[in-house]
C-alpha cells in the first residue's frame, strides 16, 4: 500500500521538474544538502517534531525523480522509525491538460501511527505548495520551522 495524489499544472513537465527538485522551494526552507542529482542526499526537519534523512536514487529529467528515506524520526509516534526504508516517487508527464504530476510514497500505510498526519502534511506541500511553485515561482514550504499545515488541507 502506498499513498499517492496527483495534480495537473499549465507548465512544461521542465518546469515541473525544476519544482519538484527544489525542495527548500515547496518542502521545508530548512534542508540541508543535494535535491537534485541522483545520489544527493539530504536533510529535512521540522522543528522537533519530524525530520528525516532522504537520498535522491532516481533522477530521469523532466519525467521522474525517486527518493530513498534513509532515517526518519517523529517526535508524535510510539515508533520513532516509520518511514525508513520507504521511497517518494514524483512521476511527471505531458498531457493534453498540461503536465501532470503523481506523488506516491511507497510504503507509507494506513496501519502507520503517523499516516493521518502524514497524508495530510504530504497533501498541504504537493497539492498546494508544489503546484504554487510550479506556476508561480514561489511554494509554502516550511520557514525556519514554523510553518503550520492547515488541518483540512487535504481530503482522501
Known amino acids: 500500500m502506498s499513498f499517492t ?5 499549465d507548465r512544461t513537465p521542465a518546469e515541473a521538474f525544476a519544482a519538484i527538485t527544489n525542495v527548500r522551494g515547496w518542502w ?14 539530504f536533510d529535512y526537519h521540522m522543528q522537533d517534531l519530524h ?14 525523480v525517486e527518493w530513498l528515506i534513509l532515517d526518519n524520526h517523529f517526535a508524535f509516534t510510539t515508533d520513532k522509525t516509520e518511514w525508513i526504508g520507504t521511497t517518494v516517487t514524483f512521476e511527471i508527464a505531458d498531457t493534453e491538460g498540461g503536465t501532470e504530476v503523481r506523488f506516491t510514497h511507497h510504503g507509507l500505510v494506513s496501519e502507520y501511527e503517523c499516516y493521518d ?10 497539492r498546494t ?14 520557514a525556519n520551522g514554523g510553518h503550520q499545515v492547515p488541518e483540512k488541507a487535504v481530503t482522501r
Do not use: H, M, Q
Open 129 to 142: 505548495s508544489l503546484p504554487e511553485l510550479i506556476t508561480t515561482g514561489t511554494g509554502r514550504p516550511n
Open 117 to 126: 498526519v502524514c497524508v495530510n502534511a504530504w497533501g498541504f506541500y504537493v
Open 5 to 9: 495524489t496527483t495534480f495537473t499544472v
Open 28 to 41: 521545508s526552507e530548512e534542508v540541508e544538502g543535494g535535491t537534485a542529482a541522483a545520489g544527493d542526499e
Open 51 to 64: 525530520r528525516c534523512k532522504v537520498r535522491v536514487t532516481e533522477v530521469v529529467p523532466d519525467r521522474k
